[in-house]
């Protein structure tokens, strides 16, 4: 890549007196072998030629492309921030969107081996090689000829001169109907009405670009034009003269939003559970915007009650959904039944409380499950239980409340301990500290407390 940077900004046109205009459109092809060549252009353009110049040629354009390299799971995604980065140093790769409506290919599948083919490609000009009127679109096999200039002395169109046929004064395009709601958005069915102003004309005809794509259609006189589903159109329309030659166009942007507001909220659960729950609002149309909850979709109940939900869609309708959170056992009697799950009764057991790391003596009924973190439970005979000798031999609950700052287990040369054993230990007889994070694979070797503890390991000497 290094060798073909330098050539290109060295070669020389055939004229001899320029080096030659190149460019070239990468980003898309995730094959080891495309990635490998991305990167290595990449890396090479970073570090600069010569004496750390920025490269001039070849043009360098980085199609981005929801699904292969723009969003963090997509496959060349890593690719996509080395060439911001290489940006920010050299200016380029410059950016072209493969998302926009313009440059959408109706064949394109990520699947495609050959979905190059449908890709659009620019030049370094900025100019874009894409459409063609007389076949399939595709940027494959184009490009400019040259520049030329031409001179225009004198034209004639059939018989008649230039300056002698008469400018074509262009239609006009009225909405005679419709109701409109906020930001230009329509919320009924638009009727449009186009007048030919040229008394002269030959005839005047419109196109629809939009959600539905109208070839030209010509307009006859009385005749009106009806919008009926949702969408943003440019309706275009122009006259054509009697020599043949037409006016310069009008057009109208239509915006439709006809669609009222569906809200649907689903729960992360509905049963009776001790966990929060999660309300989450979803709607049957894009362009809604959530105007409380910081503009969030989800609401999570820690208590029984309700919560609205506000929104307002892009034509300023209003609406509102209440969730409820009905389902979320709090009482005493829910954290018992949370201890009991594990298949035997340490309650009735009289096990071993440990309450935020200190040995309770209490009865567990005086303890608010509102105020309950996480519950561990240790049945008898195992390590953790042991570790307690003869305190834990009918097994050991480890409850951590809200008000806690510590969900640590502390393991003291393979024995469990409390944070104030921990602390007792004079600091000239630690040999060394090692801590896991909660959730990673060591701290898991512990078993399900690795899952919401981080385990500080004490050795002494």
Request: with cysteine; aromatic share 8%; net charge negative.
């Amino acid at each position: 890549m290094e060798a073909f940077i330098h050539n290109m900004n060295t070669i020389h046109s055939r004229g001899g007196n320029q080096v030659v205009f190149s460019s070239i459109n990468y980003g898309t092809d995730d094959s080891p072998e495309g990635r490998c060549i991305i990167r290595e252009m990449l890396l090479s353009t970073e570090e600069g030629v010569g004496n750390g110049e920025t490269p001039i040629f070849p043009i360098q354009i980085w199609k981005k492309k929801r699904g292969i390299n723009y969003l963090p799971e997509d496959k060349n995604y890593d690719l996509y921030k080395l060439a911001c980065r290489v940006t920010a140093k050299r200016f380029f790769p410059n950016f072209l969107n493969l998302d926009a409506t313009f440059n959408q290919h109706e064949k394109w599948k990520a699947d495609d081996p050959n979905r190059y083919y449908y890709e659009v490609a620019t030049m370094g000009c900025r100019t874009r090689v894409f459409a063609n009127r007389h076949g399939e679109k595709t940027s494959i096999g184009r490009g400019n000829l040259s520049f030329t200039t031409v001179n225009l002395v004198k034209i004639v169109y059939g018989e008649y001169e230039l300056g002698k046929v008469k400018e074509v004064e262009k239609p006009e395009i009225k909405v005679v109907n419709g109701q409109q709601g906020e930001n230009e958005w329509y919320t009924t069915d638009v009727e449009l009405e186009i007048n030919q102003k040229e008394e002269q004309g030959k005839k005047t005809v419109y196109k629809i670009k939009g959600t539905e794509e109208k070839e030209e259609t010509q307009i006859e006189e009385g005749q009106k034009i009806t919008i009926d589903k949702d969408g943003i159109y440019k309706v275009i329309a122009y006259t054509y003269g009697e020599e043949g030659n037409k006016s310069r166009i009008t057009y109208e942007i239509i915006k439709v939003n006809k669609t009222g507001i569906e809200a649907t909220i689903n729960y992360s659960t509905t049963e009776s559970t001790t966990d929060p729950v999660i309300a989450t609002v979803t709607f049957n149309k894009e362009g809604i915007k959530i105007t409380n909850n910081e503009g969030k979709n989800t609401y999570e109940f820690t208590e029984n009650g309700e919560f609205t939900f506000e929104y307002v869609d892009e034509a300023g309708r209003i609406g509102s959904m209440t969730a409820n959170g009905n389902n979320i056992n709090k009482s005493e009697k829910a954290v018992k039944r949370e201890v009991e799950v594990s298949n035997f009764d340490m309650l009735n057991s009289k096990p071993l409380i440990i309450l935020d790391g200190k040995e309770y003596t209490g009865s567990i009924d005086d303890i608010k499950s509102g105020d309950i973190n996480s519950i561990n439970v240790y049945k008898p005979g195992s390590d953790v239980a042991n570790a307690y000798g003869e305190k834990g031999k009918n097994g050991v609950l480890k409850i951590f409340t809200k008000a806690s700052k510590e969900n640590i287990l502390y393991v003291v040369d393979g024995k469990s301990a409390t944070s104030q054993e921990v602390k007792d230990i004079a600091p000239s007889k630690i040999s060394n500290i090692v801590v896991l994070k909660r959730g990673s694979k060591a701290a898991m070797d512990y078993g399900e407390v690795g899952k919401t503890h981080d385990i500080c390991i004490v050795k002494t000497k």
